[in-house]
């Protein structure tokens, strides 16, 4: 049963570029979430989405940034436009649709992207 | 904004030794999980808990939630250099719609000297 797949594993974009990350879930789950991870800090909520609906995106920055989980294939993390500041590693998690373990809020973590902005 | 504190952030022990790390909140939280996560990789889960008082084990981890849900422990007994690695508590609060988001800890970093 493969895990969360995220790729590519790394992404090396220059300053005003676009960079795509991209996340699968596990099989059976329909919930996925992304978080960043920045140097010296803890990862940090950005984004809840489940199949073709934006839950929660207040993690989210304003501009530049946006997400999508189509009906098939892969979650979407866009960054538009990157800065130096960008750079991070950016983490996909996802859930099943249990109600007992979403209640339990179990979520599985991807082995993320990191993303350089030269 | 909720907070979650970990302690101590860095911990080096000799291999055998015993070891604990915190994990505190103001806030009562509706769920607590335990993470490793290894150079490179993405965090792994270990536990969840979501009982006041309840006490996990995963071989020579404990899992101790508070009474009042606000803080967590971890204890290794007898570590070993495998076990080196960042640990991570994550914490939800709040039911029904927005105990999803995981708020995350810096971690503590452990290294186990052979």
């Known amino acids: 049963n493969a895990g969360v797949m995220q790729n590519p594993r790394h992404l090396v974009r220059r300053r005003g570029q676009e960079a795509r990350l991209r996340c699968s879930p596990m099989k059976g789950h329909s919930h996925v979430y992304w978080y960043r991870q920045l140097p010296e800090e803890g990862l940090k909520f950005m984004v809840y989405l489940q199949k073709e609906n934006i839950i929660d995106e207040s993690g989210m920055p304003k501009e530049r940034f946006s997400a999508e989980f189509p009906k098939e294939g892969p979650s979407i993390l866009r960054i538009q436009q990157v800065v130096r500041g960008d750079s991070a590693a950016y983490f996909c998690?996802?859930?099943?649709?249990?109600?007992?373990?979403?209640?339990?809020?179990?979520?599985?973590f991807g082995a993320g992207t990191r993303l350089s902005v030269l | 904004t909720q907070l979650l504190e970990q302690s101590p952030q860095f911990l080096s022990i000799q291999e055998g030794e015993n070891l604990t790390v915190y994990c505190n909140s103001s806030?009562?939280?509706?769920?607590l999980q335990w993470y490793r996560q290894e150079p490179g990789e993405g965090p792994v889960l270990l536990v969840t808990?979501?009982?006041g008082g309840e006490v996990k084990k995963l071989k020579r981890l404990t899992f101790q939630f508070g009474d009042a849900r606000k803080d967590s422990s971890l204890h290794i007994t007898a570590a070993q250099p495998g076990d080196t690695g960042l640990y991570l508590c994550a914490g939800a609060w709040g039911g029904g719609g927005s105990n999803y988001k995981l708020t995350f800890g810096k971690g503590t970093l452990l290294t186990v000297n052979p």
């Open positions: 998690a996802s859930s099943p649709r249990d109600r007992a373990l979403l209640a339990k809020n179990i979520q599985y």
């Open positions: 808990v979501v009982t």
């Open positions: 806030s009562v939280f509706s769920s």
